[in-house]
């Protein structure tokens, strides 16, 4: 291990301990304002869980980043971290995005209302000259114009935020998501020698750590559980499509090109899109509004399948991995556009012997669709 690495693990272990810190100052905060998610038709708890577990994700972050740069920059004189315009405006985008969650989770915002403030967040980095500027020969396309790079990283950085936010629906899945989403980025920076952005995400991986115990392992009904509501999701499904777009834009001088990191960055966060776009297709079949809330969503259907949640939680994240271990062995063998299309099936394929199973336990394959 070289003393780079360390660094990396210090901000990792900071983060955490932050975590471990604030987490139960936050239950207790929610206790006392009673500030809890309610149980309700759609939802799976039963009881009221506080809700405000990300507010900390950020504050944790920044500071096990900042005093890790600092470490950093002083055992390493001449090759200090160096922050781009790219930086600051993401900074400033996730502080709003961050902001809106917050106010989400403690007044409510209409759907879009939040979609407006994602839009801007996800302008201001086009605007900073980070775009999606290469779909390296998906669909046959290479290189694309700016006036289309724009609109399509809008697009895709509001996608990415809502279908992390919208896999927030069982203990544990939006958080182990984000982790290995994190992870699989966290080794494509650290392949690139970036530095900066490898020890901002492990950062962000650390105090996951600490939340993810409670999430799980906290007693619900003496109120030790927490949510990490709109202020952690939106935050980590930013901060998750920040890292894709800067993996994926096509800039030698800032980020060596690496077939293996764009297949990676595809796979990591495959699930949730998919997950995202099945459940679109069905409101529109079924002439349902695109923003009312369901329980279709792939755990929804895995429980009605008859799992517990753990268990639900566990074939998910043996389907992420599956995903990016399939995709990795067709690296050399087929096209983006041959690998999309296995992906495609391969998701159908789960989820037809998903509806097998909900048939047999006797229960609708679609729900709330009338």
Not at 74 to 95: A, D, K, M, P, T
């Amino acid at each position: 291990m070289n003393q780079q690495s360390i660094y990396i693990i210090i901000a990792f272990c900071l983060s955490a301990i932050c975590g471990i810190i604030t987490i139960p100052q936050i239950i207790s905060f929610c206790n006392r304002k009673k500030l809890y998610d309610t149980p309700n038709a759609r939802k799976i708890h039963k009881n009221s869980i506080p809700r405000l577990g990300g507010v900390c994700f950020l504050p944790s972050m920044l500071l096990a980043f900042l005093i890790g740069t600092a470490f950093y920059n002083n055992s390493f004189e001449g090759r200090q971290l160096q922050f781009s315009l790219w930086s600051v405006y993401f900074f400033i985008s996730l502080l709003l995005i961050y902001a809106t969650g917050i106010i989400d989770d403690l007044t409510g915002i209409g759907a879009k209302t939040k979609f407006s403030f994602q839009i801007i967040a996800g302008l201001l980095l086009p605007v900073a000259g980070l775009y999606i500027n290469d779909l390296y020969g998906f669909c046959g396309i290479h290189e694309i114009p700016y006036w289309i790079g724009v609109p399509l990283t809008i697009f895709v950085i509001v996608f990415i935020v809502n279908a992390i936010n919208l896999i927030d629906g069982i203990d544990g899945l939006s958080a182990s998501v984000s982790f290995i989403a994190l992870a699989g980025f966290l080794f494509c920076f650290m392949q690139a020698e970036i530095k900066a952005y490898s020890m901002l995400i492990a950062s962000m991986m650390g105090v996951l750590v600490p939340f993810f115990y409670f999430n799980i392992w906290g007693n619900e009904k003496k109120k030790q559980k927490i949510f990490m509501g709109d202020s952690g999701s939106l935050t980590l499904g930013f901060i998750l499509a920040f890292l894709y777009v800067k993996v994926t834009m096509n800039n030698p001088r800032v980020m060596p090109f690496s077939e293996t990191s764009i297949i990676l960055a595809n796979s990591l966060l495959i699930v949730p899109a998919l997950d995202v776009v099945r459940v679109s297709l069905v409101r529109f079949k079924h002439h349902q509004p695109m923003f009312k809330a369901d329980k279709n969503h792939i755990h929804h259907k895995l429980m009605r399948a008859g799992l517990s949640q753990h268990q639900t939680l566990l074939t998910i994240i043996g389907l992420i991995f599956s995903f990016i271990i399939l995709n990795l062995a067709l690296q050399h063998l087929v096209s983006l556009t041959i690998m999309a299309v296995i992906d495609i099936l391969v998701w159908l394929a789960f989820h037809a012997i998903i509806n097998k199973m909900i048939i047999k336990q006797g229960k609708s394959v679609f729900a709330n669709i009338s």
